[in-house]
């Protein structure tokens, strides 16, 4: 007669193998997070630079003196980001809520939340590859 498994013993690997993965889910989150701060960060640091380049050339005008600097540096630590930006997961919040009364385009979402559409289409598509939103027949919409 054949041998059955221990049935506890395979249940136990495949409960480990769960905890291994969502671990490494949520190393992933995390250095996806890192990564989108650090695109965040090098965008600004362009734009300064471009910016400054761009006085160079024109009129010149005075740096910003210390303390407005100073400011800035606290304003972008304590998660404020630039003049005109939404504080982080703010943009997300709005287009998912949104989303609760149906399927939407990426146009639709921006009318009904007043985010640019290059904004909208760009989350929309993060928050497929991630799971929170799904595609519909025409746009997207919660899963379920």
């Known amino acids: ?16 193998r769960i905890k291994q993965i969502e671990g490494e889910l949520a190393r992933h989150e995390r250095m996806r997070d890192e990564l989108e701060r650090l695109r965040d960060a090098l965008a600004r640091l362009e734009g300064a630079a471009r910016s400054r380049v761009g006085r160079r050339r024109g009129k010149r005008t005075p740096a910003a003196p210390a303390a407005q600097r100073a400011e800035r540096a606290a304003s972008s630590a304590r998660g404020e980001g630039a003049a005109g930006r939404a504080p982080r997961g703010q943009n997300k919040a709005r287009v998912l809520e949104a989303l609760q009364r149906g399927p939407m385009t990426a146009s639709e979402v921006a009318a009904a939340t007043g985010i640019g559409t290059g904004t909208v289409s760009t989350l929309l598509s993060r928050l497929a590859r991630t799971g929170e939103v799904e595609k519909a027949e025409r746009g997207y919409k919660l899963p379920g």
């Not at 498994?5 to 136990?12: E, K, L, R, Y």
């Open 1 to 16: 007669m054949p041998q059955v498994p221990d049935v506890s013993a395979i249940v136990d690997q495949v409960k480990a």
